[in-house]
Structures are given as C-alpha cells and as structure tokens.
Nanobody, 113 residues
Framework: QVQLVESGGGLVQPGGSLRLSCAASGSMFSIYNMGWYRQAPGKERELVAVISVGSRTNYGDSVKGRFTISRDNAKNTVYLQMNSLKSEDTAVYYC???????WGKGTLVTVSS
C-alpha cells in the first residue's frame, strides 16, 4: 500500500505562484511515473503534468509554459511549480502514480483576487 500526501495549496492572486508537493510512502518511488491531475467544480478530472522515471515530462495544453513538474527521488517527493496562475486554475490538485490505483486526497488551489 502506497500513501500519497499533497501539500502546498492555498489562496493566491491571479498572476501569482504556488508550489505543490506530493510525498509518497514506501521505498519504490524511484520506479514510478508520477502525475498531477486537477478537478474543478462541476468538471471532470484532467491531466496537469506527468514525469517519468527518467524525468521526461509532459503537460496539459492549458498549463504549458506556466507549470513545471519535477521530482526528488531521495525525498520520495514530486513537485508542481505553478506560475502565472489564472482563475481557471482553481481546482483540487491530486497526485497519482501512473498506471496504478493510488491517488492522494488532494490539495485545494484557489486563484482569486
């Protein structure tokens, strides 16, 4: 059983930045491809970014050029740096192990003035 715990969400003004973290339990983190997803009220969950074991990255079209995903295998942690935030980025952000059923409980990001 793997546990994923997200942190770093909060209220930020449009144009601001936040960094989300997702800490994973266990010793197998370095072999997982990891992803960040988000779900806004009334909308389906969507891909934000993924990072492979070899640190190759892929991003959803709506966040390209503004968000950066990274990982620190020594800390069992994946990060999401979010810059130039917009009101439409408001959502609950979830951490996920790609190809497996493990999800975190999410962290709320609210972008509002």
């Amino acid at each position: 059983q793997v546990q994923l715990v997200e942190s770093g969400g909060g209220l930020v003004q449009p144009g601001g930045s936040l960094r989300l973290s997702c800490a994973a339990s266990g010793s197998m983190f370095s072999i997982y491809n990891m992803g960040w997803y988000r779900q806004a009220p009334g909308k389906e969950r969507e891909l934000v970014a993924v990072i492979s074991v070899g640190s190759r990255t892929n991003y959803g079209d709506s966040v390209k050029g503004r968000f950066t995903i990274s990982r620190d295998n020594a800390k069992n942690t994946v990060y999401l740096q979010m810059n130039s935030l917009k009101s439409e980025d408001t959502a609950v952000y979830y951490c996920h192990i790609e190809g497996m059923t493990y999800w975190g409980k999410g962290t709320l990001v609210t972008v509002s003035s």
